[in-house]
């Protein structure tokens, strides 16, 4: 376990109101972005710049992630597992969270302070494990469990097909493991939607103040630096992980439709990830290299400057979930096409064509339409500014710091 100190050690408060945050990020992508990843560095940034401390536990490459986005006013311990990449992803998964239980048993000792909070930032064995061991160990502490996704059911769901079901599988099996330790023994809960609050709220230990829908946030300041263009290169772009729950090749499908309906169609596609080979297998195939262009990964300016020369953007998710990347781009006045997930007659968005889940062609009829109505792009235009504005950091940090508070202040009543 090697430790980076950025700031003074953990525990030296002077401040009654201040918080000690041991943020376990273990499943830190490294390279990419998640929205879980997403949600712990903006956070835990504000956080810091609050006056609360923060240590922040990850690997190698979740360090390095972490300082790509400017996490530096933390205290980082890094777990060195980066040299068992070799055993593929079953062999990396495994290091890395017997890795975080060891030290979480054996080395991570909490001295006892007003205010304490392990923060696993997702669902993952590699995150919730080691803080429900220091939740065991330490009983004063306050574990707040990140749990921003339930994995499908890999026997009937879109995600996991082929070769992809033994890993969905296994994600679908630990995650029963992970529900049933958060629900016993965590003190709060941080979701992405309405929905998933009801499936922790219990009424005794988890009470609805105890299970935050997060959703996440976006920076809604830079875009207004960011001038817009004399014209939009891009008729649509997506922005996530090459991951089967995107919808990535899908939109590879719908995207075709569209093409054959308007020739020289261009799409632009931000984001990594395992379906990344495919899916240039799939352009290649249907002779759509010089429609679809593919960035890789974009973040800050670069990004924010692709959403601009961009008319629209689009979500083709194939799991009922929300994400925090399309936002990004409604931040930028791009008008959303998704399925009619759930989440989202829940969540309610404005600025958003809805079209029936998983009718390829029906969301391709949808961006083909949009395309050609210019009034009803520049009505969505002004409704996805307006959703977006509500979605800003400073906001959700706050919101989230005052839900941590409220255990503190019940604490005290008792």
Known sequence: MSKISQVSPLGAMSDANKIVFHIIANAALGTGLSGGDRIFIECARRWAVQGHDV??????????????????????????????????FAGLYAVRTI?????????????????????????????????????????????????????????????????????????????????????????????TNELDRWKFIDGERLTPEKVVAVRGGVDTKTPLMIPEPKEKKFDAVFIGRFHPQKGVLELIDIWKYVCEKRPGAKLAMIGIGDLESEAREKIEEY??????????????????????ESAMVLYPAVLDHWSMAPVEAMACGLPLITFDLTTLRVLNPKGVVKVPCYDLNAFARAIVDLLEDEKLRGTLQKEALEFARKWDWDKRADELLKAMMFLYKQSVVK
């Open 55 to 88: 240590c922040v536990y990850v690997w190698e490459e979740g360090y390095e992630m972490c300082k790509r986005n400017k996490l530096d006013n933390v205290e980082y311990v890094i777990w060195s597992t980066a040299r068992y990449k070799r055993l593929g």
């Open 99 to 191: 890795k975080g239980l060891i030290d979480a048993l054996l080395k991570i000792h909490i001295p006892k302070t007003q205010r304490v909070v392990v923060y696993s930032a997702s669902e993952f064995l590699m995150d919730s494990i080691p803080a429900w061991i220091i939740k065991m160990r330490n009983g004063y502490v306050k574990w707040i469990a990140g749990f921003y996704l339930f994995a499908p059911n890999p026997f009937n769901g879109h995600a996991y097909r082929g070769r992809r079901f033994i890993r969905g599988l296994f994600y679908y099996l630990s995650q029963w493991l992970i529900y049933w330790q958060v629900k016993k023994y965590a003190d709060m809960v941080f979701v």
């Open 287 to 308: 002779g759509l290299e010089n429609s679809i262009i593919l960035f890789g990964f974009k973040d800050g300016i670069e990004k924010i400057k692709i959403f601009k």
